[in-house]
């Protein structure tokens, strides 16, 4: 994961996994979301304001703190462990959620433009290349590097604005746009500036610009955790509504050339979520 996960300790003097927690931690200057911080926003605090860094060896992942504050996330360090995961497992590839939460300028972390991704796509492509060379092998083995772009990060305040040309496509093999959403049972862009105008280019065909210089195969996701789910079940319950949506989200996907669709459906029960334990 390119974020953490923050949460506001019951106590300061408690700050280990899994110590209690009263409720989501503070939202940071740039992502403005309560629970969630950026890794941009992570070495702010870790290398600027003090927060005390652990690495946790048993579960392989850093976190820190400071009073009350507590946020869990990766590392270049860190990171390593996800990608070792991978190849000992023989997974087929990993996914980055989302590009603009890396520090992706280089100006936070000081350690280069988008640094946990390139840490992940070299060791994964290092890796693959001594397969290649131990088994002597003509073929090489292709792992998926899915990155995520947010239609949303264009809006972030000064240097953490995001727009499709931010985004390094030579660190992926897949880019998904997110998000489109369903409108009464049928795809439809979310974001205004998504789709082209007599005068400007939309954020669509800025985005698939990247397949000019690069390999890649871009996709569009529909749905996300805020979309929720009402609007597809109520889609999926119907069989005409299922047909119609189909046919009309191939031809939205291939008039817009995107690649794919990707079906983002989280089923949430309650988003309203009383955390009481890390």
């Known amino acids: ?93 990993i996914m980055f959620w989302a590009a603009d939460l890396d520090d992706f300028t280089g100006s936070s972390c000081n350690e280069g433009k988008y640094p946990l991704m390139n840490k992940a796509v070299n060791l994964i492509r290092s890796q693959i290349q001594s ?60 974001q205004s500036n998504d789709e082209d105008t007599q005068s400007s280019k939309g954020m669509y065909s800025r985005i698939l610009a990247l397949k000019k210089t690069h390999n890649i195969k871009i996709l569009l996701a529909v749905g996300g955790w805020n979309f929720g789910s009402a609007d597809f079940s109520h889609m999926v319950k119907n069989e005409q509504l299922r047909k119609d949506f189909v046919q009309q989200a191939t031809l939205f996907i291939r008039d817009h050339q995107f690649d794919g669709l990707d079906l983002d459906w989280v089923q949430i029960i309650n988003k309203i979520i009383e955390i009481s334990f890390l």
């Open 1 to 93: 994961a390119l974020y953490g996960r923050t949460f506001r300790l019951a106590s300061s003097t408690e700050n280990y996994i899994g110590a209690p927690a009263v409720g989501p931690g503070n939202a940071g200057l740039y992502t403005n979301e309560q629970g969630f911080l950026a890794y941009y926003e992570i070495c702010t605090r870790v290398k600027q304001q003090g927060w005390t860094k652990i690495f946790d060896e048993e579960h392989k992942l850093n976190y820190a703190y400071k009073d009350e504050q507590w946020v869990g996330y990766d590392d270049l360090y860190s990171i390593s462990y996800k990608i070792q995961y991978v190849q000992e497992m023989g997974l087929a590839g």
């Open 131 to 190: 397969t290649i060379s131990s088994t002597k092998s003509s073929l090489q083995e292709k792992k998926r590097i899915v990155c995520y772009y947010t239609n949303w990060s264009q809006y972030r305040p000064d240097q953490a604005k995001f727009y499709p040309e931010d985004l390094d496509g030579s660190l992926c093999t897949h880019i998904i746009y997110a998000f489109a959403v369903l409108n009464n049972s049928k795809l439809t862009p979310f």
